[in-house]
């Protein structure tokens, strides 16, 4: 399972990191598929509407569960804290489901549809019938993320690549057939993101389920506590709830601006296409999981490396004609659109350029089992989005979209600045604790 030191090469980085990174960008596609489903209904703007808004709220309540991937892939060592762990997750699954249920089944949903998520009266039994289906998604979701933090673990990453592929097949064909059977609808739209699902995670726990039985059944000197995988996953809870919010508010406050329409049209198409350009990139944190103790050398490097691309892709875009063609052919906007989409993109660079230097630093952080420490560099971007935003909105409305970038990448940088000098605190703590070992202090 493990290389040793002298053995890691960038040839296996690059076999480690490459299917992660596709499996991050498939899974862009399958809610491109969702949406192309739901565009062919007869009522489709009514429909994408409910659809956006159940899946809204699932990708918050999602937060608490999408993050054992990473609690999974950094402490379990053994049978005996891979079962714990799944005791663990199947109290969160619990808790969560039955704060969804309560949500999908009462009042209180209906009454967050509308004063949360602005939807209309008329939609508020569409959104609470898709919320119902979506909460099986969480599931399976959970299970999904405990065995791929396994198959990474084993460095079988081509496996969580079969999986995301067979999904995106697996819904390609349900969305076909709705199509077909006329049976289009936000509902539709949730079948299609379950059955998904549920195959992905299928072949997760197949995969997983034959690896686990090359872990022994407890190290001796590696013993997991409950308090430690409360410790661990905790704060990264907080760490993507505070991302998740994060767009929300840049558009409230570009609601402020010159033009509100085309101000928020072009941030969010050109998040879209960032976000895009990123999801290659957002399993940096496993390479440091995984080498950096093996070979950090090569880990930095490697990272350093792969980190410039999303940020030269995105100045191809912003700076060629294949800007203009992928604006108006691919994504289908307008001349207008496309030219204030391409202007805020440019200030979207900065945060490419960032964005993977900071997932690397955090998987230093989870590597120490410090991600509380990973929450301050979050809680700074968001202060720096917010204090960015108002001066730019006030000062400058003008600019629309752009400030949204701005703020954005200002954030980023933020949080790096945050991120880095806490790890530089603590490598130094590390080396003078080893020199003083040295010396017999």
Known sequence: MNSNK????????????????????????????????????????????????????FQVVERPIIVFRQTSSALVKDKQSFKLLTVFLMYVLGIVVLFCSILAFSRIGDWIYVHFFNADQSMVETISNTFKVIILVLIFSGIRGIYQGIIINHLETKWVTIGVIIRVITMFVISYLLVVLDYISSVGGALI??????????????????????????KKDFKLQKTDIFHFYTPLVFYFIFQTILIPIVYVFLAKSENIQMSIASFALAHSITNLVLSFFMYTHQIVLQFYEKSRKKVVNFTLLIGLTPSILLTVLCFSPLGSWFMGVVMGADT?????????????????????????????????????RMVYSQVMNLIAVLISL???????????????????????????????MIVYKMSNKSIKQKQNVTKGV
């Open 6 to 57: 002298s053995q890691v090469t960038y040839k296996q980085l690059s076999a480690f990191f490459i299917p992660l990174g596709f499996a991050a960008s498939l899974t862009s596609v399958t809610h491109v598929i969702i949406n192309g489903t739901l565009t062919r209904a007869e009522d489709a703007a009514f429909i994408i509407a409910c659809y956006a808004v159940a899946f809204a709220l």
């Open 193 to 218: 993101f379950l059955a998904g699902m549920i195959i992905e995670c299928l072949i997760s726990v197949w995969k997983g389920h034959f690896l686990i039985k090359e872990y022994p059944l407890s």
């Open 336 to 372: 207008v659109l496309s030219t204030a989409t391409l202007g805020v993109l440019k200030f979207f660079i900065l945060k490419t350029l960032v964005y993977p230097i900071v997932d690397f630093l955090n998987g230093f952080l989870m590597l120490q089992r410090q991600t509380k």
């Open 390 to 420: 108002s001066l730019f909105v006030y000062f400058f409305p003008h600019w629309n979209g752009i400030n949204g970038a701005i703020a954005a990448s200002i954030g980023e940088v933020a949080g790096l600045v945050v991120v880095f």
